[in-house]
């Protein structure tokens, strides 16, 4: 089960992909996070984790699982029956602005039951993480 949500920000991808990897304040910039640390040093890479708390939602722990630096990066956090996978990608617009995608799937033997548990929260989630990041790539300020 996937949901996704798409957002254009007037900011170049270099701006957006810079906020979108600084893990550590996403909870300073999207209300689906209270809290977010990476447990690894240096650049996002497949194999980075780091530990996400949201709101009705146990805290976990996600693993990158692919990088491609500037353009995207996928994550991942498993359960008892159920790899939930975040994709978050970035398209470069005509006009010197961003395309963002971001989506989020269940899979494994729970999965579909998962998502469905969850579909109405995620779609939410989705929606204040987009809107947040256009806001924090948009604003001159960091």
Do not use: C
């Not at 240096?42 to 990088?67: C, F, H, N």
């Not at 971001?102 to 809107?131: I, N, P």
């Amino acid at each position: 089960m996937e949901q996704g949500i798409t957002v254009d920000i007037d900011a170049p991808p270099g701006r957006v992909w810079d906020v979108l990897i600084d893990i550590d304040r996403w909870s300073e910039w999207t209300d689906s996070v209270t809290s977010a640390r990476r447990l690894d040093q240096g650049q996002l890479r497949a194999g980075s984790r780091a530990e996400l708390a949201q709101p009705k939602i146990p805290k976990g722990v996600w693993t990158v699982t692919m990088v491609e630096p500037g353009l995207s990066f996928n994550w991942e956090q498993t359960g008892p029956g159920v790899r939930t996978t975040a994709r978050h990608r970035l398209e470069a617009l005509p006009d010197g602005g961003t395309r963002v995608h971001l989506a989020v799937e269940q899979a494994g033997w729970l999965g579909v039951t998962v998502g469905r548990f969850y579909r109405k929260l995620t779609d939410r989630y989705l929606a204040m993480e987009s809107a947040g990041l256009k806001a924090r790539s948009e604003s001159s300020t960091d």
